[in-house]
């Protein structure tokens, strides 16, 4: 190991450590705030494990988390928490299973419109059988679980989405994948299994999707469908990951923490038109940045080592 | 031990249609172990489509392709080309966001019959190609035959039993042909099995010990490159073709 890795990894550990005793000096308001910090930090890296290296723009987000958050409010009572939450991973990995298995065929644009439909039809599918079978319109969760339980899962499940996103990027499935995001043809041609690789990471990612839409679930002590199959979530992550740059594990994360702040700072100021506001500021990243501030940082450090190499030349 | 008669790949009844087209129809053909095949043909005939099936991006309408002793019509390109059967395209394709290292590491990683041999490195392909030096550039700044020397060297990687070659030689300058030829060449030396579609006939007569050629979909002459290059329906078969008067 070299000496900047063995750095990265006593800075992480820091920051790790640090970030788990905030709960016991912030007030109610922040811890909120970190809260919701940390969810879209996971949501958008895991949005970026499958979207970065394949390209595919997925608006399923919202379904992953809702079937995670129905889950908590279906069995939450029932179940010891640990099972609650493999529960939830379980329906949620055979979900995107089966979603991957049958839509990864599209092409792009089909494949946007057809994840955009599909929180839609789970939502419907929920609606349904609650109206239908449980015969209610929501649910209540009364758990006990308080707000810095569900920070510190949170946190841990952050420190495992990055840990996967490393490990993934380093392994054969993720070179499999680089080499699909840049052209499919030529990866079937070097013998990847490309199916099987992209319904894997879909998978991957959903997972994250799910947990987090469980660990989140009890925070609300009511649910119901229009609440956890909110499509605005899975709009905020692509915007998130996008600003972030999602072709590095650690770009979505850049994204989600100021796009975090500054919409909660919108909605707070101009509750009215902060969905307006939103709407100009993704229209100006996709302008100004199209690779994300991870772009933007690879672009300043090749400026730079150019500029150096033309110093030290002359 | 394979005799050295023994085909390697062998194409029969091969058909595909595209709506109302037939753009391979009933073709047949073999590839024997260490021999140059010429695909020949006017634009048009099915040459690529040919290519497409044998390689899996397309599926046929009947036939069967045999590699070795199985046959492969039909199945998924990634398990055509995990037993041995690597190609080259009309319009090069490389991995442009990726280093002439990782270009070659493609072909190395998800393959088996690569992995286990030790003596294959990314290094000694390139070299092999005339790309020496070259592991860690990014392959957007390749020049064109840089960029069709990268790609072979990608499908040679995959330890090809039958290396399939779609106008390799396509757009090269008179000198960089001549080592566009060599290289080829040397792969045939090494006992490489190459089936090579191709319009560049000084390339066709100095390569390939047989030829077959197609002609709208159809096998129209199949034999040494000399008699098959005499062929009366071969000469009325390319003359006939607007685009090569
Ligand atoms: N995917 C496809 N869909 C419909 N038609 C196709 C498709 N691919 C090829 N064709 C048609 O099939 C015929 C054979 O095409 P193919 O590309 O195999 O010819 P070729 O011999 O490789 O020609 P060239 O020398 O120009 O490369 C052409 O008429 C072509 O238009
Ligand atoms: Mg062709």
């Known amino acids: 190991m070299s000496v900047s890795q063995l750095l990265i990894g006593a800075v992480s550990l820091a920051a790790i450590a640090g970030l788990a005793v905030v709960p016991s000096l912030v007030d109610a308001y922040h811890l909120a705030l970190g809260i919701t910090l940390l969810q879209f930090t996971i949501l958008a890296t895991a949005w970026g494990l499958f979207s970065g290296p394949t390209r595919y723009v997925s608006l399923a987000t919202t379904a992953f988390f809702g079937v995670g958050a129905y889950t908590v409010a279906v069995l939450g009572e029932q179940l010891p928490w640990p099972l609650v939450l493999t529960v939830a991973a379980v329906i949620g990995s055979v979900t995107s299973a089966i979603v991957g298995l049958s839509t990864l065929r599209l092409s792009g644009v089909h494949f946007v419109i057809f994840t955009f439909g599909l929180a839609e039809l789970v939502k419907q599918l929920v609606v349904w059988f609650e109206v239908n079978k449980s015969r209610v319109l929501g649910r209540y969760i009364f758990l006990d679980i308080t707000q810095q339980d569900i920070y510190w899962q949170l946190l841990a499940l952050a420190v495992i989405v990055f840990a996967v996103g490393w490990l993934i990027a380093r392994s054969r499935l993720g070179f499999a994948l680089r080499i699909i995001g840049e052209d499919e043809t030529v990866a079937r041609h070097c013998g990847i299994n490309v199916t099987f690789a992209k319904v894997a990471l879909f998978v991957i990612s959903a997972v994250f999707m799910t947990l987090v839409g469980a660990i989140m679930a009890p925070r609300w002590t009511y649910i119901e469908p229009s609440i956890a199959f909110n499509a605005t979530i899975s709009f905020e992550v692509v915007i998130m990951a996008l600003l972030g740059g999602a072709h590095r594990v650690w770009g979505p994360a850049l994204g989600a923490i100021p796009l975090t702040l500054l919409f909660e700072f919108l909605s707070a100021r101009f509750p009215n038109t902060s969905t307006l506001i939103m709407g100009v500021v993704f229209l100006l990243i996709v302008y100004a940045l199209p690779s994300g501030v991870v772009g933007l940082i690879e672009k300043i450090r090749q400026f730079r080592r150019g500029s150096a190499a033309q110093g030290s030349g002359t | ?245």
Request: charged share 20%; net charge neutral; with cysteine.
């Open chain 2, 1 to 245: 031990m394979m005799s050295s008669s023994a085909p390697i790949l062998k194409v029969e009844g091969l058909t595909r249609r595209f709506g109302g087209l037939v753009a391979v129809n009933d073709m047949g053909f073999t590839v024997h172990a260490g021999e140059i095949v010429g695909l020949l043909g006017p634009n048009g005939s099915g040459k690529t489509t040919a290519i497409n099936l044998i390689s899996g991006v397309l599926q046929p309408d009947a036939g069967r392709v045999v590699l070795g002793d199985t046959d492969i019509a039909g199945w998924p390109t990634f398990k055509i080309a995990r037993l041995g059967v690597a190609r080259t395209f009309q319009l090069v394709r490389v991995l442009d966001g990726m280093t002439c290292g990782d270009n070659v590491r493609a072909g190395l990683a998800f393959n088996q019959r690569a992995r286990i041999e030790s003596d294959v490195s990314v290094d000694g392909l390139l070299a092999r190609v005339g790309l020496a030096d070259h592991n860690s550039r990014p392959a957007s700044e390749l020049t064109y035959i840089d960029r069709k020397r990268l790609e072979l060297a990608r499908a040679l990687a995959l330890r090809p039993s039958v290396l399939l070659l779609d106008e390799w030689l396509a757009g090269l300058n008179p000198s960089e042909l001549q080592i566009g030829i060599a290289l080829i060449r040397s792969l045939k030396d090494e006992g490489l099995s190459i089936l090579m579609v191709e319009h560049v006939m000084a390339a066709i007569r100095s390569l390939c010990s047989r030829c077959v050629v197609m002609s709208s979909g159809r096998r129209i002459a199949d034999g040494p490159t000399d008699t098959v290059l005499r062929d009366p329906a071969v000469i009325e078969a390319y003359l006939g073709a607007p685009e090569h008067a």
